[in-house]
């Protein structure tokens, strides 16, 4: 098959990640017969300081026009002035929006030979393997009006936590799509005791659940879901829950994995190109050294190859390769070894 895939290496590890990604996909490519095709651009505080914005609409139309776009990370120090009228996180925002990829899914396993690098006690972590779907393009963070003003003489500072009843029912259709391959399992987390959009949530949860009878779903409120990923992890299948829940929670299920460089994520939409980039930000303390984990974004492009191309195989490949080579005891720094960027992906490579 042929595709046409974006780069954005972004800012800080970014660039050393993605150039070893590529050289995983053109194994793929090699092995399976495929020709990938990449375009690389500039996206966040280097867009910044080339084109005085962190996404320009050039970028996003290639992006649009691609099968798929691979993301390094984006910020850094350099632009972390509160006061700056463009920050790297607003083109991430961008460009989800302009995707229109409503869905973030991380897919948190504990690799077994990895069990004693999470915080978490050994016996809680057997068998964990959660997907989190995170709704992406709405809620707190889209709402509006949203802003500053003066009431009463007072200041006041307002967000809106607003969701659509299609926006609730397109990431659970989703959930519920993607549980079928997994356990059968959607636990729906929300803040129904409380908030007005959770009870539409819920109530979109429990129709789309009546439509997979062969699905069982749980409703599970936020505070509750937030213990039961430390104190149960291995109970939870498919996860599901609204954008600042799922912010959260997703930082805090990483946590099982013992390492923030070995998770990935997909953002996906209606058809469109996914975006596919490792949970982890630009990671400036260790930029430039060599020494990043590429795991998490390697396993980004095996979701691309299964998400946006419908290459089950030689995804499964890659996350095989990956598997053997944590088992073999192949670490980078973060996970205690001393094993650089470009040798922890040739030891993916070679296994591949
Ligand atoms: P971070 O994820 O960049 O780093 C947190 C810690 O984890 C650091 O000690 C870092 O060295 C380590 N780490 C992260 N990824 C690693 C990897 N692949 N291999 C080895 N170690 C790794 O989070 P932060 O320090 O809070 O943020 C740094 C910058 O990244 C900020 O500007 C932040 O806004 C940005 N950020 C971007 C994204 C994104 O692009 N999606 C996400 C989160 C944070």
């Known amino acids: ?3 046409k895939l974006v780069l954005l290496p972004g800012d800080g590890i970014g660039p050393e990640i993605i150039s070893e990604t590529v050289r ?6 090699g092995k399976y017969g495929h020709s990938f095709s990449y375009t690389e651009r500039l996206m966040g505080g280097c867009s910044i300081d080339q084109y005085g914005s ?4 050039e970028t996003l139309v290639d992006c649009q026009a691609a099968d798929a ?3 390094g990370a984006v910020g850094g120090p350099k632009w972390d002035d509160p006061k700056a009228k463009d920050r790297p996180e607003r083109g991430l925002l961008a460009l989800r929006k302009g ?3 409503f869905a973030n899914l991380r897919p948190v396993k504990v690799h077994p030979a990895l069990i004693d690098s999470s915080p978490l006690k050994p016996e809680k972590l057997i068998g964990v393997d959660i997907l989190v779907i995170r709704e992406l393009t709405g809620g707190l963070y889209f709402g509006w009006p949203k802003g500053r003003d003066v009431k009463d003489g007072r200041e006041r ?14 990431v659970m259709e989703l959930a519920f799509k993607l549980a079928k391959g997994r356990k059968k399992k959607v636990t729906s987390v929300d803040k129904a005791n409380v908030l007005e959009s959770s009870r539409l949530w819920r109530q979109i949860a429990v129709e789309i659940g009546s439509q997979n009878p062969d699905v069982t779903l749980e409703h599970v409120l936020v505070d509750t879901a937030s213990m039961r990923l430390i104190t149960g992890p291995a109970a939870m299948d498919v996860v599901v829950t609204e ?4 912010d959260i929670l997703t930082d805090e299920a990483s946590v099982l994995a013992g390492s923030m460089g070995m998770l990935p994520s997909a953002s996906l939409g209606a058809g469109g190109p996914g975006l596919y980039e490792p949970i982890h930000g630009s990671a400036p303390d260790i930029a430039g050294k060599g020494i990043a984990n590429p795991v998490g974004t390697i396993l980004s492009s095996a979701m691309l190859l299964r998400h946006s191309l419908g290459l089950e195989t030689e995804a499964a490949s890659i996350e095989k390769a990956v598997d053997e080579t944590i088992t073999a005891g192949a670490r980078t720094s973060d996970l205690g070894g001393k094993l650089s960027t470009r040798q922890m992906a040739d030891e993916i490579i070679k296994r591949l």
Request: charged share 25%; glycine share 6%; no cysteine.
């Open 1 to 3: 098959m042929k595709a």
């Open 24 to 29: 995983v996909l053109e194994v793929i490519a």
């Open 54 to 57: 962190s996404l320009t609409d």
């Open 69 to 71: 776009v691979l993301l």
């Open 99 to 101: 995707l229109g990829v």
């Open 157 to 170: 500072a307002v967000d809106t936590l607003e969701y659509y009843d299609y926006e609730i029912r397109r």
């Open 243 to 246: 954008n600042m829940f799922g």
